[in-house]
């Protein structure tokens, strides 16, 4: 895991010290805390690393993580450009501890993405549709 | 909604321009950014402010969030503790875009907390199973 994040981990209202850190810097082999597992590294399946998560979208009312959304940034050539992912088409690894992503890179890099200038709306689940039908998963509101 | 993360919300390599917090903010009615969950506010049933959500204890393989860590800093003259609570014990409000929870304060103030100079071991699920037996839910590895 890189620590890229480290400087978000700063609460509101806290002191900032590195004990209000641990606290959000909280990982076990199970568990992360969702303020750290942004910036935890991506592979491909050959175990080069192509990215990292930049965010995660969760459903607010089941508490299940429907998209992770990517940054190749610094990779690939890609610019800072971000890929929502359906959650399912990632797989962590222990190993690496990281997500193993075993999608082409070219398919990747072809999918839908969105740049901060230009960020989706996820509002009428049209936009997480077109993610769902573009990597052939099925839809995140039906896995409920 | 308070927004009192949105400090937090600079990534890594970002110039923490107002379009790079775009990203970090989106929202809708059903989805939310996990950098954006920490500091949604949690209501008691009466519609009182109780405090908000400090983070969420993501499982990094299925995706689910088992534990929310609710902050009660500046409320009820409780300190700066973090309460865990099984995620289904948080029922989201679109009224109020918060949580509710319906637990007396009392039985809140007495449960599993921490303070940043003392966070929980979660590694072995100990910690976990202690806060699932304290609010009486089915253990989160049984929920899956």
Chains 1, 2 share one sequence.
Do not use: C
Request: cysteine-free.
């Amino acid at each position: 895991m890189n620590t890229p994040n480290i400087a978000r981990n700063g609460h509101a209202g806290s002191p900032g010290t590195d004990t209000t850190r641990d606290v959000s810097l909280s990982e076990t082999p199970s568990l992360i805390a969702a303020s750290k597992v942004n910036g935890t590294n991506v592979y491909n399946r050959a175990g080069d690393s192509i990215g990292s998560i930049y965010d995660v979208m969760l459903d607010k009312r089941t508490g299940r993580v429907d998209y992770a959304i990517m940054s190749f940034g610094g990779f690939l050539g890609m610019g800072e450009h971000y890929h929502p992912l359906p959650w399912n088409a990632l797989r962590f690894d222990d190993r690496q501890n990281g997500y193993i992503v075993d999608i082409d890179i070219d398919r990747l890099k072809e999918g839908p993405s969105f740049a901060t200038s230009a960020t989706p709306d996820w509002s009428d689940g049209l936009y997480g549709r077109r993610v769902d039908d573009y990597y052939g998963v099925t839809p995140a509101t039906a896995r409920r």
